[in-house]
């Protein structure tokens, strides 16, 4: 499985690396993305409404292309994605991630009132686990790592406590070490503290 996964992130990175730069084609994956109602539970231009969907606007495009060729090929397991990423083509899932990369990210629409406590917990907590360090200090993500500035608290909450128990693997196991033994409450003002970073554009 380790050497699955390694094979197709080497796979994955060399096919980013050596696609020429028109490949990729964000107006292609508009099209895409409306014929298979992405919007439908992620939400009109990639803000998502809905409780644990994440938003996918201003996602770095490579971290979107790695999830869903994770789903297509059920190393991520996660429904409805695994279903719904069946048959999609590799230029498919690489003008989809263009698409929703071009979204300018914002506020989760359901952000709960700051708490000014939890989000301060959650700063401190971010700079001694070195989120910032990967993540970017601004969160915003860069490659294969995800932005988490402004993602719904809900879903950051739920996605944490997956890697923390084992439930969610990427292609390393970076985050499953990050969170390893985190406890609940810890988790709750991380992602608190994240929702309520600045949704800023690259
Ligand atoms: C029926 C609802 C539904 C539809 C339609 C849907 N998704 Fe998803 N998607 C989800 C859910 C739920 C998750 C989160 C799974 C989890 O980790 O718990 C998700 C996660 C993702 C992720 C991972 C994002 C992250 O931050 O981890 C990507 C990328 C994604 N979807 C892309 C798409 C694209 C592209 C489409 C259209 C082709 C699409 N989705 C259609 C429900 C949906
Ligand atoms: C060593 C680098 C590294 C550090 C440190 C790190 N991350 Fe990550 N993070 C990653 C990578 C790489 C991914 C994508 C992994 C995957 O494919 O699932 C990720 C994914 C995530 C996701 C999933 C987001 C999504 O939309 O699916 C969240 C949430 C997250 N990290 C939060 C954090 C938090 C909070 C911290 C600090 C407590 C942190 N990370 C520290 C590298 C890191």
């Known amino acids: 499985m380790t050497f699955l996964r390694s094979a197709l992130l080497a796979a994955a990175l060399a096919a980013g690396a050596l696609t020429p730069a028109a490949a990729q084609d964000a ?11 992405c919007a439908g539970c992620h939400g009109a231009a990639g803000i998502s409404e809905l409780e644990k969907i994440p938003s996918l606007a201003g996602q770095p495009a490579e971290f979107i292309t790695l999830q869903m060729i994770l ?3 059920n190393l991520r397991q996660a429904e409805p994605m695994n279903q719904l990423s069946q048959g999609l083509t590799d230029q498919q899932v690489e003008d989809l991630a263009a698409h929703f990369a071009a979204l300018a990210p914002a506020p989760p629409p359901d952000l709960a009132p700051r708490d000014a406590a939890l989000a301060e917990r959650g700063q401190q907590l971010s700079a001694s686990m070195n989120c910032g360090v990967c ?15 402004a993602q719904r608290e809900d879903f950051l909450r739920h996605t944490l406590a997956q890697y923390r128990d084992s439930q969610r693997r990427g292609t390393d196991t970076n985050m499953n070490a990050v969170m390893y033994g985190v406890p609940d409450d810890a988790i709750a003002a991380l992602a608190h503290y994240l929702a309520h970073q600045p949704a800023r554009a690259e």
């Open 135 to 149: 993540h970017l200090p601004d969160y915003r993500g860069r490659n294969q790592i995800p932005r988490i500035a």
């Open 27 to 37: 107006a292609r994956g508009a099209a895409l993305a409306e014929a298979r109602n």
């Open 71 to 73: 789903f297509r090929e």
